[in-house]
């Protein structure tokens, strides 16, 4: 049978939304059968008791267990033509659990698409550096107790700008057989006790940012020099970079779209 | 029975620590019977794994269930002479769960005792101000969904300053008959997205940071003017103020000791 909302039988809207969450208590962003619980699960819920028939909700990126996201891009369609986008937006978030946040909601073409449309999506890998844990950040930073030579982490992160086979930095389960991607932009940098890895780029394989960020890690620490990421670009071996960082640290910042950034506050 | 390692009657040192939490999984500083999760009660049983002895770790402020802490001054008292101060701050540490941190481990005289020592404490509340939840910080601020004039709660925070009776700000439950207190600092200041109101003073009522939290978001919302706090200084009844501002948004940020402030970086 095909969904009537979906299909395009009946007048519909396109509703295009921006979500924020703590990953922490989440099994990722992916629906999955009951009990288990999924930010996308969760909002198609919310949305549902607002519009008033079932919505199937797109993601921009299907985060893993426990990742966070600043700027998760989103759109649904509804046949409910009635309810005002700034009512619906209120309401749908206020149905939500208070670690998944509808920050907006706005009209998009029948043809936007959440995923298919984005050119490009950021992450940030949030590493604390103290001797201490940092007990207000559990779970959302990697806590490293030994200092990071940044310098030589920011040396290391720009030469995976460019386009490059990043093999070497995908998980074994990646299973898309094309790897190469695009890097817009690649850094490490100093933010008081912490230090951020930020990644742009036009697509992401399965773990590549927190194998980056492992790899960039041991290269802080001074196991490997910079030249590690010529290796692995070269070798296209994962054996040869780091450990693959913790979920926790990592953040989908924003989504790069043709009309513009999902709307988060720059940074670093 | 006395406990030997209490009364003195064998050789022993007495260490301060300073310690971070996360409140929201706790039900408060103050130890309670298992299976109650408390950080009093997880803190002394990390320690006694790594001294080999029962401890009892006396804290500064008695913080409610999900109230946080930045900066709260603790002391114990161990027979273990061998093991090095940065040893035990570091198993000890890594004992604790996730969300709770012992930044810093130092000896202290025998007379030294974390509450009875303190000249005073430092209590900030967050109030996060915007249309959207803040799901990354949810548990740890207090979300407004509405603008609040900061500077008309500016004016009233500084009417509090000073030595006054607070029995209109303390909670019914307050035990204690003398209610004055000195306020040394009393500021309410716009940070981004936030509002911060930090309280600093010798000594407080049950919840009264909390209840001078809501009488100054009423007073930020428009509902009374800032000589609010006058009146209900005057009167005395807790009557007269606003709803008491929820845990999760505040902080005890830092202890005030003759030698100084417990480790925290300063800020507003």
Same sequence: chains 1, 2.
């Avoid at 979500?19 to 288990?36: A, K, L, N, T």
């Avoid at 094309?178 to 008081?192: L, M, V």
Wanted: hydrophobic share 35%.
């Amino acid at each position: 049978m095909t969904d009537p909302v979906e299909s395009g039988s009946v007048p519909r809207r396109n509703i295009r939304l921006v979500v924020s969450y703590d990953g922490r208590r989440f099994h990722g962003w992916q629906r999955q059968p009951e009990p288990i619980l999924t930010v996308q699960g969760c909002l198609e819920q919310a949305i549902c008791r607002v519009v008033g028939h079932p919505v199937t909700v797109n993601g921009t990126g299907r985060t893993d267990a426990g990742v966070h996201a600043l700027g998760q891009g989103a759109n649904f369609r509804t046949t409910n033509l009635a309810i005002p986008l700034d009512s619906l937006r209120r309401a749908a978030d206020s149905k939500c659990p208070g670690d998944i946040a509808i920050l907006s909601a706005r009209e998009a073409p029948d043809d936007f698409h959440a995923s298919i449309s984005a050119l490009g999506k950021t992450y940030r890998y949030r590493i604390h550096v103290a001797p201490a844990k940092p007990a207000m950040l559990a779970g959302r930073v990697y806590h490293c107790p030994v200092p990071l030579d940044v310098d030589l982490m920011a040396d290391a992160a720009a030469r995976l700008v460019g386009r490059h086979d990043f093999r070497g930095f995908a998980s074994s389960a990646e299973q898309r057989q094309d790897t190469r991607r695009t890097i817009r932009r690649c850094t490490a940098s100093a933010h008081g006790d912490e230090v951020h890895v930020t990644v742009s780029g036009d697509g992401f394989l399965y773990k590549m940012v927190r194998n980056i960020t492992g790899t960039l890690i041991e290269i802080g620490r001074g196991r490997w020099g910079p030249e590690r990421i010529d290796l692995l670009l070269a070798s296209r071996d994962r054996r040869d970079g780091g450990p693959t960082a913790l979920p926790g640290g990592l953040y989908l910042v924003s989504v790069l779209y043709p009309d513009g950034e999902t709307g988060v506050a720059g940074g670093d």
